[in-house]
Nanobody
Framework: QVRVVESGGGLVQAGGSLRLSCAAS????????MGWYRQAPGKQRELVAS???????TYTDSVKGRFTISRENAKNTVYLQMSSLKPEDTAVYYC???????????????WGQGTQVTVSS
């Protein structure tokens, strides 16, 4: 059983910054990757940033240079530092953890409940 909990969302003015946190807990054997997705009203969920077990990062083009994903392995935690925020960044942000829960099982995806980020102009 894996629990994923996001925090750090809120309301911010355009140009401001927020840091989102995602903590995974439970029976976790190993991590393959962790990532942040977002979904705005009426739109599909999209990948924002991800980081692999080896530290390789990926960003969607619209956030490159503004967002940074990082991790603290000892805490099973991933962060998304968001700077120079724009109104179009407004969305519910979800944390996804691709993990193995035992040596016998393949990786599975676990999702957090989401945290709202609202950027006003």
């Amino acid at each position: 059983q894996v629990r994923v909990v996001e925090s750090g969302g809120g309301l911010v003015q355009a140009g401001g910054s927020l840091r989102l946190s995602c903590a995974a807990s439970g029976t976790i054997f190993s991590f393959n990757a962790m990532g942040w997705y977002r979904q705005a009203p009426g739109k599909q969920r999209e990948l924002v940033a991800s980081i692999t077990s080896g530290g390789t990062t990926t960003y969607t083009d619209s956030v490159k240079g503004r967002f940074t994903i990082s991790r603290e392995n000892a805490k099973n935690t991933v962060y998304l530092q968001m700077s120079s925020l724009k109104p179009e960044d407004t969305a519910v942000y979800y944390c996804n953890c691709d993990v193995r829960t035992s040596v016998y099982d393949p990786t599975r995806d676990y999702w957090g409940q989401g945290t709202q980020v609202t950027v006003s102009s």
